[in-house]
């Protein structure tokens, strides 16, 4: 021991040398697959700092590119809503030179679902709100997604809501892009058939089925499905027409009840939307 | 500040050697900045942390091809050894320090490839003295316009071998 302290002392730069070369002709000596295993060990530690400011810089650039990319959004988005908004008002003075009956919008009141029943289907949801909230039986139910179904039984406090993916809540429909009608029912899940088109129908894959406002129970425009797949149908009269909803129906927490019609003027969204920030971005971004 | 100067030394060779080397290459020659560094290094800070910076250094390198990892530390642990005796025993001047780069680089390649290419020593050899000639011929100048530069900008460099000042 005391030969190794002498010799190391006497020698320390030779040993350190010596020292450094076993360890690095050990490294050398390691298996293929080990030495691969101990690069990638030490460059992830090494370079974990680095790749973490890497991942922050990233970040970074991507939230200023995506910033960028909004506040044009958000510029164009302005603009254009400023042309719908003459075209709206030369639409209503249209509509009223022609005597059409004054178009309405309707309020969505927000409700929380507590509840299901017990049917291992689902057809039934409870929410939070009832008669004391305005509710009635047979007003409309939405969720982000489109038509939910409609309110089947309303209490003081509480609602039931009769989901569409339920045999017995058939909704009439129209393809958004051509117009067509049909009637829209549940297969399972969240696919439906749209039923009774005719084989000459203009239906494509991807088009968006929207309320018909046939019946005056629900009223017309509201997204309920996109259609999946066109087909003949077996008896050569009609369609087969399947459609996907956008709405989880199994996985509803919060839903929105239109309840009474107010005219567009009134609509929030149109008349009383804070108009601030686009009104900054659009000054900011003037050359 | 003692220990944060060759981390900052080396990143900086690291990224000339990474993005400033092959731009001026000639042909297959080109001038090895990390050389320059574990030998300007050992010159200055004497052969146990020559060897040791030389290690790690190389070691870093190596993570680039971890299939022949430890041969850039082998190296370059005994070129910071060397740097590092050298540096405490000879006679200072431009010559001398171009004649130690060229020396090391070239020392550098006899042990690269003699491992890397063994056991076809031919191989080795004609590499040797088709590229590692000429490069370390090109790591030299290079070497010595690094720590011409370096003197320029006022940093710590090797002026006399076995002294240095600011």
Sequence with gaps: MHLFEAVFEKHRDRTVLVVLIIVSLGLMALPEPAQLEVGRSILARLMAPAQHMTAVMHDYTRVHAENERLARMVATLSLERERLLQFRDERERLRRLAEFKEEQTRKLVPAEVIGRDFDRLQTNLVIDKGSSAGFRERMPVLSYGGLVGSLSQVFENTAWVQLLSSKNHPVSCMDKRSRVVGVLEWRFRNFFELKHVGAVEDVMAGDTLLTSGFGGTIPKGYVVAVVTRVAPASDGLSLRIDARSLVNFLALEEVFVMTDEIPWERSLFYNNADTSLMRDILLRRRP | ?166
């Design chain 2, 1 to 166: 500040m003692k220990h944060i100067t060759p981390i900052i030394g080396i990143l900086v060779y690291l990224a000339l050697q990474a993005s400033v080397a092959h731009r001026i290459a000639i042909g297959a020659v080109e001038p090895d900045f990390i050389v320059v560094c574990v030998v300007l290094f050992g010159l200055q800070r004497g052969p146990i942390a020559g060897s040791f910076f030389g290690f790690f250094v190389g070691l870093i390198v190596d993570l680039a091809n971890p299939g022949f990892l430890g041969l850039n530390a082998l190296a370059k642990t005994v070129l910071g050894y060397g740097a590092g005796r050298l540096g405490a025993a000879t006679s200072p001047g431009v010559v001398v320090l171009f004649i130690v780069f060229f020396v090391a680089s070239f020392a550098h390649d006899i042990i690269y490839l003699l491992v890397f290419m063994w056991p076809h020593l031919g191989s080795a050899l004609v590499t040797l003295f088709t590229v590692g000639l000429g490069s370390a011929l090109y790591t030299a100048i290079a070497g010595i316009v690094v720590e011409r530069l370096l003197a320029m900008l006022g940093a710590r460099v090797v002026t006399t071998l076995g002294q240095t000042r600011r």
